[in-house]
């Protein structure tokens, strides 16, 4: 089945303690993404990737960084997690980083609470 | 920045009844998309129209799109208490990669 997965779904964390979010995609998607959806912001693009070894910032990429080592994955890295972090985080994914109009395949998501 | 603005923020129909959603941008675009989210899940495509394109329909869905007023709508006909979600419209420009999304529109069928 095509998918997207991310992991944790739900973390609850302390201030400064370094984590990590995983995503996955088995499409083999060029193109992959980090948003972040905030009650009356919408979702926000946090960082994006066009193809292995290609990342770019989003809108709101303070306090997080991304790796795109292999195609499929691509990790979001909250170095010292503060609580204006706490979020709903989406990784999504689409087949190609320069076909804007291709549909973008999202993750269920992870809550993130950091206290 | 958001591109897109949905309109209502969230709307209540009865079961049966016709659901529209409006959703307006700034710049020029090269598609707009409509997603579907349920309550804390992630978001699911249903429905792409191009810039040069003015109505598109799929199953239950119609859409919209006028260039000259930067304004789309999505029309979900005969609404199902299993259509209560949110809906994002998604704006894709002319450069780049980005797809911008709106802040959504809440909307409640009940039963």
């Known amino acids: 089945e095509a998918q997207v997965t991310q992991n944790p779904r739900y973390l609850i964390t302390v201030t400064g303690k370094k984590l990590t979010v995983t995503c996955s995609q088995n499409?083999?998607?060029?193109?992959m993404s980090w948003y972040r959806q905030d009650p009356g912001l919408g979702l926000r693009q946090i960082y994006y990737s066009m193809n292995v070894e290609v990342t770019d910032k989003g809108d709101v990429p303070e306090g997080y960084k991304v790796s795109r080592k292999e195609k499929r994955n691509f990790p979001l890295i909250l170095e010292s997690p503060s609580p204006n972090q706490t979020s709903l985080y989406f990784c999504a994914s689409r087949e190609r980083w320069d076909r804007v109009s291709l549909e973008q395949y999202f993750g269920p998501g992870t809550r993130l609470t950091v206290t | 920045s958001q591109q897109g603005e949905e309109d209502p923020q969230a709307l209540s129909i009865q079961e049966g009844e016709n659901a529209t959603m409006n959703c307006s941008y700034k710049t020029s675009i090269n598609n707009l998309q409509w997603y579907r989210q349920n309550s804390g899940r992630g978001l699911v495509h249903l429905i792409l129209i191009r810039s040069n394109e003015r109505e598109k329909h799929s199953g239950r869905l119609r859409v919209t799109l006028d260039t000259s007023k930067k304004s789309s709508s999505l029309l979900i006909t005969a609404s199902r208490a299993a259509d209560t979600a949110s809906y994002f419209c998604a704006t894709g420009g002319w450069e780049g990669s980005r797809l911008t999304f709106g802040e959504g529109t809440q909307l409640t069928v009940n039963p």
């Open positions: 499409m083999n998607h060029e193109y």
